[in-house]
């Protein structure tokens, strides 16, 4: 009688710790999968702020040059370049914003200055980054991410003269 005691008891714990390493295993699975879908998360809405904190930031910075002339586009060093005026202290500043090496970069510099490129400051990670100027006055700018997601948005520096709101 006690034998048979003994092997019940045997059987039980083997079961049990089948069953406790049977928890482990998907414990650790499930621990494994949502880290992969946090990191994709992660991954997409870092690559999608890209584009939206550059066109914010262009966004903005038409918003602040809301003057005539105070934006257009210059090439320089042979890089195309959305420019924004400024005047501070009869001193006139120019910013430009241009792709470099795959980032979009800001450089703020005295118009007579000929601070090289390299020393803009990076914005966003892009792959490609046009800004052309329509007939109605508009400036149309086109960015792509390294994803291939593509942003395109017209802005006008000043209220739209003679051009039909719809």
């Keep these: 009688m006690k034998d048979m005691f003994q092997r019940k008891h045997s059987v039980e714990n083997l079961f049990s710790v089948m069953l406790f390493g049977l928890f482990v295993l998907l414990l650790l699975l499930m621990l494994l999968f949502s880290t992969l879908v946090y990191r994709t998360a992660v991954e997409g809405a870092d690559e999608n702020n890209n584009l939206r904190t550059a066109q914010n930031y ?47 970069k800001e450089l703020f510099t005295a118009s007579r200055s000929d601070a090289p ?25 086109t960015m792509e991410d390294a994803r291939g997601a593509r942003c395109v948005f017209l802005l006008h520096p000043g209220p739209p003269e003679n051009t039909p709101m719809g």
Excluded: W
Excluded at 58 to 85: N, P, S, W, Y
Excluded at 121 to 139: P, R, W
């Design 58 to 104: 262009i966004t903005t910075k038409f918003r602040q040059h809301d003057a005539e002339g105070m934006v257009f586009l210059e090439t320089l060093q042979g890089q195309k370049a959305l420019c924004f005026k400024d005047v501070i202290e009869d001193e006139e500043y120019i910013t430009y914003i241009y792709l470099k090496d795959n980032e979009l």
């Design 117 to 141: 490129f390299d020393m803009g400051t990076a914005l966003a990670s892009l792959v490609s980054f046009e800004a052309e100027q329509t007939e109605e006055g508009y400036f149309r700018i």
